[in-house]
């Protein structure tokens, strides 16, 4: 069956430390992966999008970056936190090969930088 | 460019139909999409329909889509007090790997 993990689901990290939150996905092959991040009482916004293995597109500049090292592995990267960087962060992923019309959302990670 | 509005809230009474709109800019979507997010949960995909379909229903959903107008709107019969939660408006944007581009979310208070 087709699965996402998302680790951690809640994480409290001081400004200026680094950060990685790691997204798995189970039960396809070459899926188009995203990251959002919603902000407190705010829309999602996408973040990265990746179609393929080290193919990473960045939407918004920002602190953050994402890499792909492998083909069902997303990680979201930051040397130095800020205080905006909160937010609650959710992996997705859509199937290129069957067409289908779904994306699945991983459970998301709760960051807060205090 | 490509932008999906919503209004931000709604409040209705246990029992009435609620009714949630959306305008979306990218007329090349091929699905669009209503997602849930209940509060402090992640998202959950509600329904989504065919961009060359008019409307849609399933059980106390129902999904209209007015492409000339690029106007969604989302109908939920008999609300619930378990309805309670943001819902989001979402488009396809093929130039970013297929991404789903979403409204700020409504949310709908419903009170008994």
């Known amino acids: 069956s087709q699965t996402i993990h998302q680790w951690p689901a809640t994480l409290v990290q001081p400004v200026g430390s680094p950060l990685s939150l790691e997204c798995t996905v189970e039960g396809t092959s070459n899926p188009n992966l995203y990251w959002y991040r919603q902000a407190a009482g705010r829309g999602l916004q996408l973040l990265f999008y990746?179609?393929?293995?080290?193919?990473i597109s960045s939407e918004v500049p920002q602190n953050l970056s994402a890499s792909r090292p492998q083909d069902r592995q997303f990680i979201l990267s930051s040397k130095k936190l800020l205080l905006s960087d909160s937010g609650f962060y959710l992996c997705?992923?859509?199937?290129?090969?069957?067409?289908?019309?779904?994306?699945?959302f991983g459970s998301g990670t709760r960051l807060t930088v205090v | 460019g490509e932008d999906v509005e919503q209004s931000l809230f709604l409040s209705v009474r246990e029992g009435d139909s609620s009714v949630i709109n959306c305008t979306y800019t990218?007329?090349?979507?091929?699905?669009l999409y209503w997602y849930k997010q209940e509060p402090g949960a992640g998202l959950q995909l509600l329904t989504y329909?065919?961009?060359?379909?008019d409307m849609k229903q399933d059980q106390r959903l129902t999904v209209l889509l007015n492409k000339k107008d690029k106007h969604l709107s989302l109908r939920i019969a008999d609300t619930q007090t378990g309805d309670s939660a943001i819902y989001f408006c979402a488009e396809t944007l093929n130039q970013a790997g297929t991404a789903l581009i979403f409204g700020k979310g409504t949310t709908l208070s419903v009170s008994s």
């Open positions: 990218d007329s090349s979507s091929t699905y």
């Open positions: 997705a992923w859509r199937d290129t090969y069957t067409g289908d019309s779904a994306y699945t």
């Open positions: 990746s179609v393929g293995i080290g193919q």
């Open positions: 329909i065919f961009s060359n379909m």
